[in-house]
């Protein structure tokens, strides 16, 4: 039930673009993004919902698509303090667990 | 608003003893979960406590065991230690729901079982 994430790993110069994937074989409720630095805990980036509510920050876009229990992450012009792991999480449509995706680092260079 | 708090922050235990870790939610905060961060499994689900009672569960054997007072705060406890428990243990609090809320993380308990 841990969802895919991909890429596992990306390089981007700044100002560039990245999409950050996590797919489940489970029908989902919600997924969530977070992202973790290193030596710090996970930071709240968005939470998508079945039906198509979202909260999060303004400057972060993703998408839910409930058919394909696919979510994508758009990180657009992107800055050094993007860099760090992204993870998805998800929680079932039947609910009762949580799971984090394998995670996806990203490192922003100069 | 204070964050989440963590305590103790590091901790070191021989195989066999048992540990508990403590875990104060964001004032307000009613759900608090728990998670197991380690570079060979990442970050996985151990429970959820909401309003004293475990909501959710993970995968976890049950020398994993927590429980949630009536002020939110959390503990957790890890019975006859392996080697294999040493990780980060995250905890995490929201407002109502880790489905539908923010989940807001605390600095973690890093343990080591040796």
């Known amino acids: 039930q841990q969802p895919v994430q991909s890429p596992q790993a990306v390089i981007l110069r700044e100002g560039e673009d990245a999409v950050i994937n996590c797919s489940s074989s489970?029908?989902?409720?919600?997924v969530h993004w977070y992202r973790q630095k290193h030596g710090e805990a996970p930071v709240f980036l968005m939470i998508?919902?079945?039906?198509?509510e979202q909260k999060g920050h303004e400057k972060i876009s993703a998408s839910f698509n409930e058919k394909k229990q696919q979510s994508s992450l758009y990180l657009t012009a992107s800055q050094l303090s993007y860099s760090g792991t992204y993870f998805c999480g998800t929680e079932m449509d039947t609910g009762n667990q949580f799971y984090f995706g394998t995670g996806t680092s990203l490192t922003v260079i100069p | 608003k204070a964050g989440v708090t963590q305590t103790p922050r590091y901790l070191i235990k021989t195989r066999g003893q048992q540990v508990t870790l403590s875990c104060s939610p964001i004032s307000g905060h009613r759900s608090v979960s728990w998670y197991q961060q380690t570079p060979g499994q990442g970050l996985q689900f151990l429970f959820e406590y909401f309003s004293e009672t475990q909501r959710n569960k993970g995968n976890f054997p049950g020398r994993f065991s927590g429980r949630q007072f009536s002020n939110s705060r959390s503990e957790m406890n890890v019975s006859t230690l392996e080697l294999g428990d040493s990780a980060l243990y995250l905890c995490?609090?929201?407002?109502?729901?880790?489905?539908?809320?923010?989940?807001?993380f605390g600095p973690g308990t890093r343990l080591t079982v040796l």
């Open positions: 489970k029908a989902l409720y919600s």
């Open positions: 998508l919902l079945k039906g198509g």
């Open positions: 995490a609090s929201s407002l109502d729901s880790i489905g539908t809320d923010t989940q807001y």
